[in-house]
Structure formats: C-alpha cells, structure tokens
C-alpha cells in the first residue's frame, strides 16, 4: 500500500503542527542568549560604531524569529492546518 505522490501521512501533519514550533522555540531561545552574550562582550570594545550596525542586524533577525514563532504558535493553537487532498 502506498500513498499518492504530495499527500502526507497524518503522523507529519501533528508533527508539523506541535513538534517544530516547539524545536523553533528552543532555537531561538540559545540565538536570544547569544544575543545577549554578544552584547555584553560588544560594550567592552571601543571601535563602538560598527558594532552598533551589527547589533541592529542581529535585533532584526531575532525579531523575524520571534515574529515566525508566534505565527507557528498562532497556527498551532488554531489547528487551521488541515492534510491535503
């Protein structure tokens, strides 16, 4: 027995569902941590200007993180996801 070509199992559905936002979630948790240890070892440089840009690149990209999180969370929650034809 074998599935069509492009239809999941319902097993990768739930998987999707609960399991990556949770994997994601600890991912960004260790980049805000670094984020952090970045920071600290950052003020104690003097070159200070072109750290600044790097910081604000790095602000930028764990906000998209954070932004890509809650809408996984949002879906989630919402259970709007539903298998394929």
């Known amino acids: 027995m074998r599935r ?4 999941w199992h319902l097993l990768f559905y739930v ?7 949770l994997i994601y979630s600890v991912c960004l948790g ?12 950052a003020r104690s440089r003097r070159d200070g200007q072109d750290i600044s840009y790097l ?6 990209e764990l906000a998209t993180a ?3 999180l809650r809408d996984m969370l ?6 709007s996801v539903s298998p394929t034809r």
């Open 66 to 68: 954070r932004f890509a």
């Open 30 to 41: 260790v980049a805000e941590a670094a984020r952090d240890i970045a920071l600290e070892r």
């Open 74 to 79: 949002d879906v989630a929650n919402s259970l």
């Open 55 to 60: 910081v604000g690149e790095m602000d930028n």
């Open 15 to 21: 998987i999707s569902l609960l399991a990556i936002p």
């Open 4 to 7: 069509p070509p492009g239809k």
